[in-house]
């Protein structure tokens, strides 16, 4: 098992900047690919990212990409995800997830488990 909790949400004014954490615990948490994902209200969850596990390959989607980063701390089993440039649009709460390889890291089912979920809200 792998618990996932995630932290550092919150309100944010459009072009600023939040660092999102996902702290991992489990006793193989740290071979895990990471991903994160966002949903907001009434819309589908979207892939805003992954990290493989050893932090050498990442992958984001066209909407953030260079304005999103993600690293990992395998030391501390801590996934961060690095949002700059946030638009109004980036208003979800986001999620980060575990799985077992990179392979189709954009779509939810390549996910194991997945944390509760953060808040972040983009104001105009």
């Known amino acids: 098992q792998v618990q996932l909790v995630e932290s550092g949400g919150g309100l944010v004014q459009a072009g600023g900047s939040l660092r999102l954490s996902c702290a991992a615990s489990?006793?193989?948490?740290?071979?895990?690919?990471m991903g994160w994902f966002r949903q907001a209200p009434g819309k589908e969850r979207e892939f805003v990212g992954a990290?493989?596990?050893?932090?050498?390959?990442?992958y984001y989607p066209n909407s953030v990409r260079g304005r999103f980063a993600i690293s990992r701390d395998i030391a501390k089993n801590t996934v961060y995800l690095q949002m700059n440039s946030l638009k109004p649009e980036d208003t979800a709460v986001y999620y980060c997830?575990?799985?077992?390889?990179?392979?189709?890291?954009?779509?939810?089912?390549?996910?194991?488990?997945w944390g509760q979920g953060t808040q972040v809200t983009v104001s105009s």
């Open positions: 990290i493989s596990w050893s932090g050498e390959t990442t």
């Open positions: 997830a575990a799985g077992p390889r990179m392979t189709m890291a954009w779509v939810t089912p390549s996910y194991d488990y």
């Open positions: 489990g006793r193989t948490a740290s071979r895990y690919a």
